[in-house]
Every structure is written in C-alpha cells, then in structure tokens.
C-alpha cells in the first residue's frame, strides 16, 4: 500500500510540474514552433522503402525514395473536425522534417484509424515518433533514419528502440516477463541492435494505457545527453548518452531531425509543435547512477 500512495503521489507532483514551461531561472518561455501548419506537408519530406511482396512474403524491389509518393502514403486531411496528418500504413517508410533540432520539447497528439496494411494486418497497430535522426534514409531495415525511437505501438507507448546504429543508456531491470523495463534508481545499461542486452526497453510501469478510439498525448524532452519520454502525461521513459559510431569510435549523437513512422497501420497526427529549451521541468528526471554498467552476457 506504501508504495501504491508513493507512486500515485509522486505521479501527482510530476503532472503538476510538466506543466509548468521549461525555461530556466523563471525566464519567459521560448515561443513554440508548429512543425504542421494544419494545411500541407510543408517543412516534411517523405520517404518510402521497397514494396511488399504478398506472395514472397517479404519487401522487394528498389526503395520508392525521397519525396516519391504516389498513393498518397502521407496526406493532410480533417479528423474530428480539425486538420491532421493521415499516415495510411500501406508502404513502409517515414515522414521527417527538413530542420535538425536539438535541445527541444516536442507536443503531438496521435489517434489510431481503422486500416491494416500487410505484413501487419494481424499484428499491432504499429507508428513510432523518431527523434536525433541522422544520415541517410533507410539505413534502418530500409525505411527509417539513424534515430532514437519513442515507441506508439498498441500496449507499448512510450517504450525505447534505438533504429540503424543508435545507442543509449537505460536505468532498466528485466521484468516478469524476461523484458528490460525503464526502472528509476536501476543501473545503466547501454542498448543498441548489437548489444547483448538487445534492443527494446519497455516503458515503465506507471505508464497509462492509451485512448483506444480517441486521441493521446505524445511529450517528448530532448536535452543534452538526457531525453525523456512523457506519454498521456506521465514519464515513460528516460535516456541517457545518446551515440553513434563514426569510423570505428563512439560520437554523442546530439542533433536530429524528426520522423513519423509509416508501419502498416493507419494513424494520425495532429497540433505538433516545438520549442527550444535549456532545462528540464523540475522533478522531471528521476534519479540515476552516473555511469552505465558494462552489458552482461546474460542479457537479450
């Protein structure tokens, strides 16, 4: 029970913080940059990879590319009576802005449509919100950029999966289910596509379900070495040295542009919106050793 109120309590106060503006020593907050002006895809370039194969049963053929996008994979249309983003799932591939940024908090709001594209029509519905995206598209399984990716997939929103190369640290234990899960106070562990503790860290525990036909909040802090993870206005999430490898050596991966995943699932987006910042809200950031703990070979 102690640790139920402690939780619910902290929660709270975390709530009531994250919405006070990220600015430093009680200075006036920066202006917010709208990233879609509710009218085109102005400021995005889209990317699509190869195509499926239904009877291969794998993605085949040259990439479509930059800027190729013949069925409308991307469009602005209205929902709910307001306009957003319609991502329909049915090629593989991302939207991502033409500006790098860094230091950043970034606001979006996603709600699921009703289409399911092949590979994926069985399986979860699937999106991503990729951040300090570098490099060339597709280096990650033929779509998306070098990136850090703030998961939506149904059940998993908010968890961490670093995509074509990217590394970072995580406070994460295994949970009962074999996963490592975002654990404040846990050690550091680095995570990347060849790490053995593997790639995905899932989302903590205090994570709240999102709004099955409705729309959820997407908050993301992009600071430094730190980036954070808010979903439906509770943290998910925290990452710590973000990295890359550039001729042989680790480099921080600091600065990036951001993409929208096209994942065989119709979903939209809509009042996405930037700002610049220089400090984390207060009580954002739980507490984390300094270092990370080397991997072990126990892990994934």
């Known amino acids: 029970m102690r640790s139920y109120l402690a939780s619910t309590v902290a929660a709270l106060v ?13 200075a006036e907050p920066k202006p917010w940059i709208r990233l879609f ?10 990317y699509l990879g190869p195509a499926y194969d239904p009877v291969a049963k794998e993605f085949v053929g040259a990439p479509l590319g930059l800027n190729n996008d013949p069925n409308h994979v991307f469009s602005v249309i209205e929902v709910d009576g307001q306009p957003a983003i319609r991502i329909s799932g049915t090629a593989f591939g991302g939207l991502s802005t033409d500006k790098e940024y860094d230091d950043y908090e970034l606001e979006l709001e996603f709600k699921w449509g009703q289409a399911k594209s092949p590979p994926r029509v069985e399986a979860k519905r ?6 300090r995206a570098v490099g060339p598209h597709g280096v990650d399984w033929f779509f998306w950029m070098r990136s850090l990716e703030f998961q939506v997939q149904e059940g998993d929103y908010g968890d961490f999966w670093p995509c074509g190369g990217a590394i970072a640290d995580v406070a994460a234990r ?21 790490s053995p503790n593997g790639r995905r860290v899932v989302k903590g525990p205090d994570t709240p379900p999102a709004k099955p036909d409705g729309w959820n909040s997407v908050r993301l802090y992009v600071l430094g070495t730190i980036s954070v993870h808010v979903f439906n206005s509770v943290v998910a999430m925290v990452l710590d040295n973000p990295r890359q490898v550039v001729d042989g050596k680790e480099v921080p991966l600091r600065r990036g542009k951001i993409q929208l995943q096209s994942e065989g699932a119709e979903v939209f987006y809509r009042n996405i919106r930037l700002r610049p ?10 507490d984390r050793p300094t270092a990370a703990r080397p991997a072990t ?3 994934r």
Do not use: M
């Open 37 to 46: 002006n509710d009218k085109d895809l102005s400021g995005w370039d889209t």
């Open 174 to 194: 295994k949970n009962a289910a074999g996963d490592f899960a975002f654990s404040p106070g846990a050690p550091l562990l680095s995570f990347s596509a060849t």
């Open 277 to 286: 910042i220089d400090r984390l809200p207060k009580g954002l950031r739980p």
């Open 126 to 131: 699937d999106s991503g919100v990729l951040y």
């Open 297 to 299: 070979s126990s892990g």
């Open 14 to 26: 975390l709530l009531s913080e994250l919405l006070l503006p990220a600015t430093s020593h009680g």
